[in-house]
């Protein structure tokens, strides 16, 4: 195991690596946020995935314990260049990406600019939805909302502001309702939240909300990529919902679709045992000798 700092295209990124990296082609896990962390999937996830991979670990600029950019520099393009020079810095001819919520965008994204260097893509809780449609955020939390006046909050900020407004009026336990399926494992990850003391500050969610659309969807591109891609969803998630992700597995030709009956956005600690499973047999019914 090496636990190192990496300068990436300038910004002090934090890289941690587990296993013989030589060995087979590594899975690079790609957190979530804009601006999130791994802190959490390491320790409740990690452990179990590493038996079966050698596994990269990183967080991206300005996110959780990687330095933020002195000019403030976010964009998709910059993100997906950062990720292409870490696999340089770890000389790794092909990586295996798991991306998880807006991390499963940005490794479609590393996909589409780099097919050579993407021996499989695993995208977890999200649909590669563009930006601008339908949301289920509102619905998904006015669905588990318990109080009248917290829904009518949230249908107020909806209509004042747009659905990712409705998340400044929702409380913790309204939260973590709509993102866990289980009270008990929305108080371990909180917990380890807690812990960690690393926080997402907004900034990288800012800067990319600010910048215009791709002139094309991301799973149009993708699509025309020949990669095998593995799509996971809970079923009880309302932040990426449910039919993206079905739908985004039907249109991608080399795609397979794996429903989590009881999780809600993060099936990686709500059934650990058969989300692990999965990833395993993803990557073992694949793998080749490694060339370079």
Not at 57 to 70: A, K, L, V
Not at 250 to 262: G, Q, S, Y
């Amino acid at each position: 195991m090496s636990e190192a700092y990496a300068v990436i295209n300038g910004v002090r990124h934090w890289v941690r690596t587990v296993g013989d990296l030589r060995a087979a082609t590594p899975l690079v896990v790609v957190h979530g946020g804009p601006g999130g962390f791994i802190y959490d999937f390491e320790r409740l996830t990690g452990p179990d995935l590493e038996r079966h991979s050698p596994v990269v670990y990183y967080e991206q600029r300005g996110s959780g314990r990687s330095d933020p950019p002195d000019d403030e520099q976010y964009s998709i393009p910059l993100l997906v260049d950062d990720l292409e020079e870490l696999r340089r810095h770890l000389d790794l001819p092909r990586i295996v990406l798991l991306g998880i919520s807006f991390g499963g965008d940005l490794a479609a994204e590393y996909t589409v600019a780099h097919p050579d260097r993407v021996a499989e893509l695993i995208l977890q809780g999200t649909g590669l939805t563009a930006r601008g449609a339908p949301s289920p955020w509102v619905s998904g939390f006015e669905a588990v909302a318990t109080d009248k006046a917290l829904r009518t909050a949230i249908r107020a900020a909806q209509e004042r502001s747009g659905p990712s407004s409705v998340w400044d009026v929702v409380d913790r336990k309204t939260t973590d309702r709509f993102l866990f399926h289980r009270p008990g494992v929305a108080t371990l990850v909180r917990d380890l939240w807690e812990r960690s003391g690393l926080v997402n500050m907004g900034a990288m969610d800012a800067a990319l909300a600010a910048q215009p659309p791709r002139t094309r969807p991301l799973v149009d591109e993708l699509a025309e990529v020949d990669v095998a891609v593995l799509v996971l969803i809970g079923l009880w998630d309302r932040n990426a919902g449910v039919d993206g992700p079905r739908d985004l597995a039907t249109r991608l030709p080399r795609a397979e679709l794996r429903v989590f009956e009881d999780s809600a956005h993060f099936p990686n600690v709500e059934e650990t045992t058969r989300y692990v499973g999965e990833v395993a047999r993803f990557l073992v019914e694949r793998r080749i000798p490694r060339t370079r």
